[in-house]
């Protein structure tokens, strides 16, 4: 049984639906004693990292999640849920966040360019490649340069090199996949990434340990 961790912010039934899709059973839960029952977790949203952390502080979620992911259930992050693995934000820097990925989450400067010179927008919406940098389970069977939706106007920046598993390119580049261990975050949204979104849930359910 997967558990979509529900703490106010978040699209929750989409989601759901994208996991029933690749096999998963699921659960949308805002207790903290159904983490216990859970093989493994996934923590979606949207919005702002303020209300995420707070969403979560409020439900009394904070340490039972850290206490499943430290007893080895493999966690996904997906886009506002990966950036709250991160220590801080410069979205509401008196904000900590839930600290267990080293690094911290950054805004995309103003005024970049595309190689071709085209102005790029922020926040940085619609679809992108993604380019792999480690091997992991959770990217397996997807081609360089496959295509993933996004929407986010701050980007996740590892302390570690190793913890980038898949890069995509918006002025700068950026870490659009994240992992270590059994903790794993996608700053794209899989529930709209069609092909590439349905094989990534489906390798977080059947590969990651």
């Keep these: 049984m997967i558990l979509l961790v529900d703490y106010g912010i978040g ?13 998963a059973t699921v659960r949308i839960s805002d207790q903290p004693a159904d ?25 009394g979620l904070i340490t039972p999640l850290r206490t499943a992911w430290q007893a080895g259930k493999p966690l996904l992050g997906i886009c506002l849920g990966m950036q709250l693995l991160f220590a801080s934000s410069e979205e509401s820097p008196d904000v900590s966040g839930l600290g267990w990925l080293p690094g911290r989450v950054r805004r995309f ?38 295509y993933a939706y996004f929407n986010h106007g701050y980007y996740c920046q590892p302390a570690e090199t190793a913890a980038c598993l898949a890069a995509t390119d918006y002025g700068l580049r950026f870490a659009a996949v994240v992992g ?8 794209f949204h899989p529930e709209k990434s069609q092909r590439v979104g349905l094989r990534i849930l489906k390798n977080f359910l059947e590969k990651c340990p």
């Design 11 to 23: 699209n929750l039934r989409s989601v759901a639906k994208a996991l029933q899709a690749v096999g």
């Design 35 to 59: 983490l216990e029952a859970a093989e493994k977790i996934v923590l979606p949203g949207v919005g702002a990292f303020g209300d995420g952390m707070n969403g979560l502080r409020a439900r």
């Design 109 to 146: 400067p103003l005024g970049q360019r595309a190689p071709d010179g085209q102005r790029l927008k922020v926040p940085h919406t619609g679809w992108n490649r993604l380019w792999p940098q480690q091997t992991s389970p959770l990217l397996d069977g997807l081609e360089a340069g496959a």
């Design 180 to 187: 270590h261990g059994n903790l794993y975050g996608v700053q």
